[in-house]
């Protein structure tokens, strides 16, 4: 790294030690969507009155449950019906991820083009371990779908950081800057959102390739989920000698069969990528 980059680097590194780096707040719908869903009481109803306030995450709600991935006999057409199918969790889970989607805007086109490049590629990621985590584990699908999303979450502060200093750093400065720092920042704003426990070090420990845990969890999922998001970019992670990252391992596959040779297993990851796509 440059000087430059040193220096940034300590900066945000000293301003999340002393607990000054303003970290992002999740959106108020998704907020309430949260606490409807952990509320045993709550009925469908109760969710979707809530959602429905939010008129363009409600067509996309829709929109999600007509896919190829939901579909049943006949098309959904209300918010009511669509939460119905989906079920309660798996509801939260996407109005969670369509609601922080809005956060991932910038004003700098250097900054906003990486914000929406990050935002792309976590919902692949949450895509692929939702079709992991419900054919290779025990672990939720939705909880997994919520792990992919929010993986990257720390390269928020980063580029916000970059963006409202004005500081003058090129491409691959600006890269090295958030592949370094985003986990342990995505850590932090995790326990801050009072996430579960279990999503709580996915963006550290998903980077953590040789990780031995006792069985497979979230990071693991979300994991061979992000390389297989690489496959065939070049990226330095394709680099790597995937027989050695242990989460290939706990979850039964073989790095060198690629999960879309087998044809449904390939069109379902097409499908649940699609979801949280506009």
């Not at 959904?76 to 939260?92: E, K, P, Q």
């Not at 990050?118 to 949450?126: G, P, Y």
């Not at 596959?253 to 506009?278: F, H, I, N, T």
């Amino acid at each position: 790294m440059t000087e430059l980059a040193n220096r940034i680097r300590d900066q945000l590194l000293t301003a999340i030690d002393q607990d000054q780096l303003t970290l992002p707040t999740l959106p108020e719908v998704a907020l309430k969507v949260r606490d409807i869903a952990e509320d045993d009481n709550a009925t469908i109803q109760d969710i979707s009155k809530t959602i429905s306030d939010d008129a363009a995450m409600s067509a996309r709600i829709i929109k999600v449950v007509n896919s190829p991935l939901f579909r049943g006999s006949r098309e959904i057409n209300t918010l009511n019906m669509a939460v119905s199918r989906l079920g309660m969790d798996y509801t939260s889970s996407l109005a969670m991820g369509l609601a922080m989607e809005q956060m991932f805007q910038a004003t700098s086109d250097m900054v906003d083009r990486r914000l929406r490049t990050i935002w792309q590629r976590s919902t692949e990621i949450a895509g692929i371990a939702q079709v992991l985590a419900q054919h290779y584990t025990k672990l939720r699908p939705e909880q997994a779908t919520l792990a992919g999303l929010v993986c990257q979450i720390g390269a928020l502060p980063v580029l916000r950081f970059v963006e409202d200093h004005d500081l003058q750093v090129n491409s691959a400065m600006l890269d090295n800057l958030v592949d370094e720092l985003h986990p342990v920042i995505g850590d932090r704003i995790l326990k801050r959102w009072d996430f579960p426990l279990e999503l709580h070090h996915v963006p550290s420990e998903h980077v953590n390739f040789g990780r031995q845990v006792p069985e497979a969890d979230y990071a693991d999922v979300v994991m061979v989920a992000s390389l297989q998001t690489l496959v065939g970019t070049g990226h330095p992670y394709t680099e790597m000698n995937w027989h050695e990252v242990t989460a290939f391992h706990r979850l039964g596959l073989d790095p060198e069969s690629g999960m879309e040779d087998d044809e449904d297993l390939g069109e379902q990851m097409d499908a649940a990528m699609a979801l949280l796509k506009g």
